[in-house]
């Protein structure tokens, strides 16, 4: 028996029968994860608001077999691919997650969908299983000229970007003291970096050495504002009056996951290292301290890049299928003793 049958018929808000999972965010991680329940004949909902943190790049690099592929492309491939396994794919976007409590009534045959999903204009949903997929925005810093370059020549990762600006002069904007390691990163694509260290406050003589040995120019006067031509920048000006001429920037953004609709559900959190902030606790295969919602790719680790996200959607979503298969047992096991308990009452009165 398929566990739609299990659970099929209209929810208890009247909108649609419960989902055996809804996965929230339709990118690397999320279609990663529908593609593993749609293949496991799981009836699978994908809400996707449509704007991966990528969307502002062209190519993507560092991904196994989709070298250079545009992050569109991949997203439009997946969304293909999920749907000839019979995952839904609606846009949208998910407002809030609440659960209807252990013991509280529910219509017969939805008793293991207790997770309510409300999307933006839409009726809400039911499902036995969550998968949070949404991501992270990067909050840039305010500095005129560099947000409107995000993804073209002011970059946040070499290993996605560092190739395509190799040998470049490169300038390297800090925003914490993790500014110090992305320079001596940078250094393995150019032998001329420059970091704009304000924002990492001073540097002691042994990190200024260490630094200075590799040839990595400091510039301590905090960067007012990035210069450019169209997307590509030309130099940076600083409060001193200073332009330093550069080619490319690597900055980091301060990651802020898109984990506010779980707000209800009082989730486990977990500080990341590096001061990066406070992400939801997830265990080695994404399960969250709910043992129905799972966490995959940025929304639970802003270190993660795309094959790390979709190889977190793959295990989460067999992890989700996993508790559903064993859910289903239970069930199965409880509706037959109530059927042998149904008979021998009867045969009783019989008697
Ligand atoms: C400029 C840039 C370039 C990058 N280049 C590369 C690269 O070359 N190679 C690489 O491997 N990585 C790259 N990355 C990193 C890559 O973008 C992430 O690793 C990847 O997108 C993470 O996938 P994800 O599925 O976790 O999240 P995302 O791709 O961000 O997808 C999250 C999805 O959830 C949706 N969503 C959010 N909130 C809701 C909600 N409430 N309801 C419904 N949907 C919602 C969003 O709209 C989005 O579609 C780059 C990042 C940036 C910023």
Do not use: K
């Not at 965010?25 to 994908?46: D, E, I, N, T, Y």
């Not at 933006?120 to 969550?130: D, I, K, Q, V, Y």
């Not at 959607?313 to 992890?319: K, L, R, Y």
């Amino acid at each position: 028996m398929n566990s739609s049958d299990l659970i099929s018929g209209p929810s208890a808000s009247g909108s649609s029968p419960a989902w055996d999972a809804i996965v929230v965010g339709g990118s690397a991680a999320g279609l990663s994860a529908a593609l593993m329940l749609g293949r496991a004949r799981r009836r699978v909902l994908v809400i996707d608001a449509g704007s991966p943190r990528n969307r502002f790049a062209a190519h993507m690099h560092g991904v196994l077999g989709n070298e250079g592929t545009a992050p569109a492309e991949l997203v439009g491939r997946g969304r293909a691919e999920v749907a000839a396994y019979g995952v839904e794919v609606r846009e949208g976007t998910v407002e809030r997650v609440s659960e209807i409590a252990a013991g509280a009534p529910t219509s017969a045959g939805e008793a293991d969908a207790r997770l309510t999903v409300a999307v933006s204009g839409a009726a809400p949903e039911r499902t036995r299983a969550l998968i949070v997929a949404t991501g992270i925005a990067d909050e840039l810093p305010a500095i005129p000229g560099l947000a409107e370059r995000w993804g073209t020549s002011v970059l946040h990762c070499p290993y996605c970007h560092g190739w395509e600006v190799r040998d470049r002069r490169i300038g390297v904007i800090a925003t914490s003291p993790m500014a110090l390691h992305q320079a001596r990163l940078v250094r393995q694509w150019s032998d001329r970096v420059v970091l704009f260290s304000a924002a990492a406050g001073e540097i002691d003589a042994a990190d200024a050495q260490r630094l200075r040995s590799r040839g990595v120019e400091v510039e301590t006067s905090p960067v007012v504002e990035v210069l450019g031509d169209g997307d590509a920048v030309t130099g940076v000006r600083t409060a001193d009056g200073r332009v330093t001429e550069v080619g490319a920037i690597f900055t980091a953004g301060a990651p802020r996951p898109h984990d506010g609709f779980l707000a209800d559900l009082d989730l486990a959190r977990t500080e990341q290292p590096f001061g990066l902030g406070s992400f939801l606790t997830v265990d080695f295969a994404g399960r969250t301290s709910h043992e129905r919602i799972w966490g995959v790719g940025n929304v639970v680790n802003p270190m993660a890049n795309v094959p790390i996200a979709m190889a977190a959607g793959a295990m989460a979503g067999g992890a989700a299928n996993g508790a559903l298969v064993e859910a289903d047992f239970d069930l199965a096991v409880r509706a037959t003793s109530e059927g042998s308990d149904a008979d021998a009452g009867a045969a009783g009165a019989r008697a």
